[in-house]
């Protein structure tokens, strides 16, 4: 499986961003799939998950409420919108995809990783 992020940039605060993650391989619908991110000098942290089905999703307390993770099984991908976005979001922002179809919060749940997408938000 092959990940690739896209649709990271540079906004203002309280702006809004769509991040997308295209995956290859026919298993895509069978996978959760999970956001991530990492800031300079820092871990990467979860962000969001979704299962296989989209029923259920996961997201970190920083981002309740602000950010909406979605996926399109018919086009192989996974979105991200971010709403109000803050500059501790400035990070890089990385796909996943667990094989397993429920959702995880730990990097380690993950088997197939993106490169990443860069999201800077300015003061």
């Known amino acids: 499986v092959q990940l690739q992020a896209s649709g990271g940039g540079l906004v203002q605060a309280g702006g809004s961003l769509r991040l997308s993650c295209a995956a290859s391989?026919?298993?895509?619908?069978?996978?959760?799939m999970g956001w991530f991110r990492q800031a300079p000098g820092k871990e990467r942290e979860f962000v969001t998950a979704?299962?296989?089905?989209?029923?259920?999703?996961y997201y970190t307390d920083s981002v309740q409420g602000r950010f909406i993770i979605s996926r399109d099984n018919a086009k192989n991908t996974v979105y991200l919108q971010m709403n109000s976005l803050k500059p501790t979001d400035t990070a890089v922002y990385y796909c996943?995809?667990?094989?397993?179809?429920?959702?995880?919060?730990?990097?380690?749940?993950?088997?197939?990783w993106g490169k990443g997408t860069q999201v800077t938000v300015s003061s």
């Open positions: 391989g026919r298993s895509f619908s069978s996978y959760a």
């Open positions: 979704i299962s296989w089905s989209g029923n259920t999703t």
């Open positions: 996943a995809a667990r094989t397993w179809g429920t959702p995880g919060v730990y990097t380690t749940q993950y088997d197939y």
